[in-house]
C-alpha cells in the first residue's frame, strides 16, 4: 500500500493529486437535453465560471439495456420518450458531436471527458482521444468495464457512490492490476443528497485505506458541503452543472447553475489558500495592529528616582509599543533610576535591581524585540 498518493499528470500537463488545486469539474452530463446547441453553451459557461474540466456522459443503448429494459414504458414527467430506451437515446450526443465539443472545451482551455457506461462507449471516447475516463458508480462492480479501462492505460476517476468497501476493495484492486493512476470520488448518489448523508470525513477514510488521489462529488442542493470539503484537500471536486434548474430530469436539482458554479470555485480557492499556513506565527499585518491595540507597562503615578516599584505604581495601557505586560511581575521590585510620570512607558534603561545599577540582562532577553 502506497504511504503517499501518487501525482497525476494528464497529456496537456494538467497536474491532479498531493499538493495540487483541486481540479474543478462541471458535470454536464445529459443535463444538454440532447441538444448540441445546448452542449456548446454549458462549455462555454463552464469555461467562464472557473471549472478545469467538462465531463459528459456516453451511453450506447444496445450495449447497456436488455431489450426488456428497452421497451420497458417510461411515461413520467421526466421522461423524453414513451419507453425507457427512446427516453434514453434522447439524451445521447453522438460521437461526432462529443468530439466537437471536446475541440471546443480545449480551446477554452478545458479538459474534456466523460463517463463511459459500457464497453462501445469506452472505445468511442477512447478513438476521441481523451485525456482520462470517468467510471459512474453505478459501474464500481462492473468488472469487465474497470478491466478494459485500465487496459487502456488512462488515469481512471471511479466514483464510489453506493458501494459498500469491500466493492471499493474489489474495483481498486482490478484497476491496479494496470496501473495506479486512480482517483476516487467520495460521494452519495442520491440526487439530490440530504446534507447530513455526505459524510465529508470519508475523503479523508478512502485516502488512508488506499493511498490514492481522493476527491468529492456532491450531489448535495447547496454549496456548504462543497467548500466545507476544501478542508479536506480533495483532489478532484465535481458538480453537476445546469443552465436552467427547472428544466425536466432529475440531475438539475442537485445541478449547478454557471453563477452558483462561478460562486463556488471562488470559495474553494479561497478556501484551499486558507489552508496554506500550517504553523502558528505573527504576520506583518498583525504586529501592527498589535503595535496599535496591544498595551504596555506603564507608570500608574509621579515617582521619585530610587523608589522600589511595587505593583500598584504599575498599570497597562494601549498603545502596544513598550514592555509587555507579561513583564509586569519582572518589573516590579525594580528601582528606580530616574524620575517617572504617570502615563510614562516603563523602559529597562529606567530600571535597576536594588543589588546593581543595571536592569539584569536576563529580564532585557525576555523583552520581545530586544
Not at 27 to 44: F, K, P, S, T, W
Amino acid at each position: 500500500m502506497p504511504t503517499a498518493a501518487p501525482l497525476i499528470r494528464l497529456r496537456s500537463g494538467q497536474l491532479i493529486g498531493p499538493g495540487c488545486p483541486a481540479f474543478l469539474v462541471a458535470e454536464i452530463g445529459n443535463n444538454h437535453q440532447g441538444c448540441l446547441d445546448m452542449a456548446r453553451e454549458m462549455v462555454r459557461a463552464a469555461a467562464a465560471s472557473g471549472a478545469c474540466a467538462v465531463k459528459f456522459q456516453k451511453r450506447d443503448m444496445a450495449a447497456l439495456f436488455t431489450k426488456a429494459g428497452l421497451d420497458a414504458p417510461y411515461n413520467g414527467k421526466n421522461s423524453f420518450g414513451a419507453t425507457y430506451g427512446r427516453h434514453r437515446a434522447a439524451l445521447e450526443l453522438s460521437g461526432e458531436a462529443l468530439a466537437e465539443l471536446k475541440a471546443l472545451a480545449e480551446s477554452l482551455g478545458l479538459t474534456f471527458f466523460a463517463s463511459a457506461w459500457d464497453a462501445p462507449s469506452l472505445a468511442l471516447l477512447v478513438d476521441l482521444g481523451v485525456e482520462l475516463l470517468k467510471i459512474p458508480s453505478a459501474d464500481l462492480v462492473n468488472l469487465p468495464l474497470l478491466r478494459l479501462a485500465g487496459a487502456t492505460g488512462l488515469p481512471v476517476i471511479l466514483s464510489t457512490g453506493m458501494s459498500g468497501l469491500p466493492e471499493v476493495d474489489a474495483a481498486v484492486a482490478e484497476l491496479r492490476r494496470y496501473h495506479d493512476r486512480i482517483v476516487l470520488l467520495h460521494c452519495n448518489s442520491s440526487y439530490p443528497c440530504p446534507d447530513e448523508q455526505v459524510g465529508l470525513p470519508l475523503i479523508d477514510a478512502l485516502r488512508r485505506r488506499y493511498g490514492l488521489p481522493v476527491g468529492y462529488s456532491g450531489h448535495e442542493r447547496g454549496l456548504g458541503p462543497t467548500i466545507a470539503a476544501t478542508a479536506f484537500a480533495p483532489a478532484v471536486i465535481e458538480r453537476h452543472f445546469t443552465l436552467d434548474k427547472t428544466l425536466p430530469g432529475t440531475d438539475h436539482q442537485a445541478s449547478l447553475s454557471p453563477a452558483e458554479f462561478a460562486a463556488m470555485a471562488a470559495m474553494v480557492r479561497e478556501a484551499e489558500a486558507a489552508m496554506r499556513v500550517l504553523r502558528k506565527r505573527v504576520f506583518p499585518g498583525e504586529a501592527g495592529a498589535a503595535a496599535k491595540l496591544r498595551k504596555s507597562v506603564v507608570f500608574s503615578r509621579d515617582l521619585p528616582a530610587g523608589h522600589v516599584l511595587a505593583p500598584e505604581d504599575l498599570t497597562v495601557k494601549c498603545p502596544g509599543t513598550g514592555l509587555s505586560p507579561l513583564l509586569l511581575d519582572a518589573v516590579a521590585g525594580c528601582l528606580l533610576t530616574c524620575p517617572a510620570r504617570q502615563d510614562d512607558m516603563v523602559s529597562w534603561d529606567m530600571l535597576a535591581t536594588r543589588e546593581t545599577t543595571e536592569a539584569p540582562r536576563s529580564l532585557k532577553a525576555a523583552q520581545p524585540g530586544l
